[in-house]
């Protein structure tokens, strides 16, 4: 008896021990990532209202309803988690969604996908469907002219119009469920298919339908070879990508002495291109921006690079990097207390200003502490360059780019925004 006691004894203080010799890593807090990552749009309790929900083109979705228009489920139902788990990381394309992949790590994003599934009661209904089998047949010519053929019989065509441009007969008038006007994808523009471009993400679409909209489910139609021709007819329409709209790396490159002009010692320097959203309802121009980067041992330099038809003085650019390295990766849009940021931004007006944020409409000027900025307009482009006073503080630095055109009439949160990149120091 007595032994048995001190076995168990043992046992459980070895346990103890072992715990505590763990390298902790607590789970990670859904809670916390979704109230900096995903509030500012989807409000505090998910209903749609979140201090930017204002501005936005497009109403973020109150995700309480449980109505989900990418979803690998039979229509009327709630996505699965490797459907949310798809949406959260890749984002929605043609919004300010950006995706979380490579900025947050997978048990991040399983806890934010665990914390939208807590928002809606309809995420505790059991299912009644089965997800879509994904099998894809090879893509022959025979298949392609099905899916040209099934296009028109089904009449695709007459709300997406015989190209595929977003404008049939119907386009106009379509309305979603709360009586919005639909924005129509244009399928020779891979950046307007919300719900991803693979012709599997398309067979995805066309089978389950896209709930809350007009897109109808055509899944209980066709059969599932018919389904993929529709996918790889609508896929070889495509002609337009963009680059990764987030995660992407600009190499800062070993250069003596440091280019700091806005011309000069900058050939050899790889461009990278950044693609930009819009946050509120004006066309997406310019679609990108070029961002190259250079060290010495001593300093570095930052210059980026656009396209505006007309100078205005209040076109203005400006760069966020996290205000402290390490931690938590900070909101896109102006961090938080926890995860702050440190903007510097120029324009022709005000020429450099730093600032510090801790989230939307909290930002306080600070020092520029002998960063310099410069830039010019010239043949329709603008270039802008930085000059930092110091070796980059880190190996990887997370950088993102907002953009105001005063001839669009940007101002404050209405601007051009991309997400989160990486500058990489090199070798
Ligand atoms: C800049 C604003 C913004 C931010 C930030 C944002 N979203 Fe969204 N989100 C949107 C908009 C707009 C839509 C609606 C797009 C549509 O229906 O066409 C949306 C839709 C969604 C949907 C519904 C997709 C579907 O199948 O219908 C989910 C889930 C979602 N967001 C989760 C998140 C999570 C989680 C985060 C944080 C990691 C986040 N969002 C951050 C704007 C945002
Ligand atoms: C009644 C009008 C209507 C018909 C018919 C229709 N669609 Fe759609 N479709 C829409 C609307 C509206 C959207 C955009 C919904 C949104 O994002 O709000 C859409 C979106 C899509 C998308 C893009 C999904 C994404 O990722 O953004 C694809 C692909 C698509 N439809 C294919 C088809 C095909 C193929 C057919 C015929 C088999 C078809 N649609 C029939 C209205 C329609």
Redesign the pocket.
């Known amino acids: 008896m007595r032994r048995w006691h001190a076995t168990v004894l043992l046992g459980s203080l070895l346990t103890v021990l072992v715990w505590r010799a763990l390298p902790s890593s607590p789970a990670p807090d859904g809670r916390q990532l979704y109230q900096r990552h995903c509030a500012v749009c989807h409000g505090e309790k998910g209903k749609g209202d979140g201090p930017l929900a204002r501005v936005l083109a497009f109403p973020p979705t109150d995700l309480t309803l449980g109505v989900f ?2 979803r690998s489920t039979p229509s009327g139902e709630v996505p699965t988690d490797a459907d949310l788990r798809r949406t959260i990381a890749e984002g929605i394309p043609s919004t300010p969604m950006f995706g979380v992949k490579g900025i947050l790590s997978d048990a991040e994003i399983d806890a934010l996908v665990a914390f939208v599934k807590s928002l809606s009661p309809s995420f505790r209904k059991r299912p009644t469907g089965e997800p879509l089998p994904i099998n894809p047949p090879e893509p022959t010519p025979a298949l392609l002219s099905l899916g040209q053929r ?2 028109r019989e ?3 065509d ?3 119009g015989a190209r595929g441009e977003g404008d049939g007969p ?1 386009a106009k008038s ?1 309305r ?1 469920n709360r009586g919005r006007p ?4 244009r ?1 020779s523009d891979a950046r ?6 693979t012709p599997a ?2 067979y995805r ?2 089978m389950t339908g ?1 709930d809350g ?4 489910a ?1 899944g209980n139609l066709l059969e599932e070879r018919e389904g993929w021709a ?1 996918a790889y007819f ?1 896929h070889s329409l495509i002609q337009h990508c963009s680059p990764p709209r987030s995660g992407a790396t600009v190499p800062v490159v070993k250069k003596s002495p440091l280019p700091e002009s806005l011309d000069e010692g900058w050939d050899q320097i790889p461009a990278v291109k950044v693609p930009l959203e819009a946050t509120w309802e004006r066309e997406v121009m310019p679609e990108t921006v070029q961002v190259q980067a250079a060290m010495d041992r001593a300093r570095w330099a930052l210059k980026v690079r656009w396209e505006d038809k007309s100078q205005d003085d209040d076109d203005a650019l400006a760069v966020q990097m996290p205000a402290r390295t390490g931690g938590l990766f900070p909101s896109l849009f102006w961090g938080d207390q926890q995860a702050p940021v440190q903007v510097w931004r120029w324009s022709p007006k005000q020429g450099l200003v730093a600032f510090r944020a801790a989230g939307l409409n909290s930002c306080t000027l600070s020092k520029t502490k002998g960063v310099q900025g410069k830039g010019r307009w010239r043949q329709g482009m603008w270039t802008v360059v930085f000059v930092f006073p110091d070796a980059p503080t880190a190996r990887r630095i997370p950088f993102a780019i907002s953009l105001w055109d005063g001839s669009k009439k940007d101002k404050g949160e209405r601007r051009l925004l991309s997400g989160w990149h990486f500058l990489v120091v090199g070798e």
């Open positions: 228009k990418f099934l296009y089904l009449a695709c007459t709300c997406h119907m379509l979603d639909v924005r129509m994808p399928f307007t298919f919300k719900g991803g471009h993400d398309i679409s066309i896209l909209t007009p897109m109808p055509f529709l609508v």
